[in-house]
């Protein structure tokens, strides 16, 4: 279960599980990449303490530090509340939080003051890859495999994500 107030980025890595993403309450925006793609994404060393990280800041991207990143094939979707996205074991995903305003059930109580806007969502962790899986899904990219269970997906490059994305921002 994750719980945010505000919006929340959470930082591009990859998991060894499927993972099924439902949105709840608020909007989801996800960017996937496949594990093909990791060398274009910086991933910090296996023996780091943020393994299985990119190191690009994809809230603010710095292209020319990290040239190869803007040009990553990725797929882009957007969850409202009741969808839900596949993320297969080993793709590396970016999400961002939408949090939607308050709902008449969420009142405002005179101790605690107004209701602020949040979002929720739920993480299903399905089976971990095995290593023959493993070794598939480095082949893999946005145009051989299929993701997504929401229909309408787009597939970009990093670069035209963050420039079509930074309308978001408030």
């Not at 959470?10 to 093909?36: I, K, M, Q």
């Not at 803007?70 to 009741?82: F, G, I, N, Y």
């Amino acid at each position: 279960l994750r719980l945010g107030f505000g919006r929340t980025e959470y930082n591009c890595h990859y998991d060894y599980n499927d993972n099924v993403l439902v949105a709840l309450h608020g909007a989801r925006e996800a960017v996937l990449w496949p594990p093909s793609e990791g060398p274009r994404l910086y991933l910090h060393p296996d023996s780091h303490a943020s393994a299985r990280q990119s190191r690009v800041n994809f809230a603010a991207p710095d292209f020319d530090a990290f040239p190869l990143a803007a040009d990553a094939k990725a797929v882009w979707a957007r969850l409202q509340p009741s969808e839900a996205l596949l993320i297969p074991a080993l793709w590396l995903h970016h999400i961002r939080t939408r949090p939607a305003a308050p709902t008449a059930s969420d009142t405002t109580d005179e101790d605690r003051g107004p209701a602020l806007p949040y979002s929720l969502a739920l993480n299903f962790f399905l089976i971990q890859a095995t290593r023959v899986q493993m070794e598939r899904a480095r082949t893999l990219t946005p145009w051989n495999a299929q993701p997504l269970l929401q229909l309408g997906a787009l597939t970009f490059n990093a670069s035209e994500f963050h420039a079509a994305a930074s309308h978001y921002r408030a």
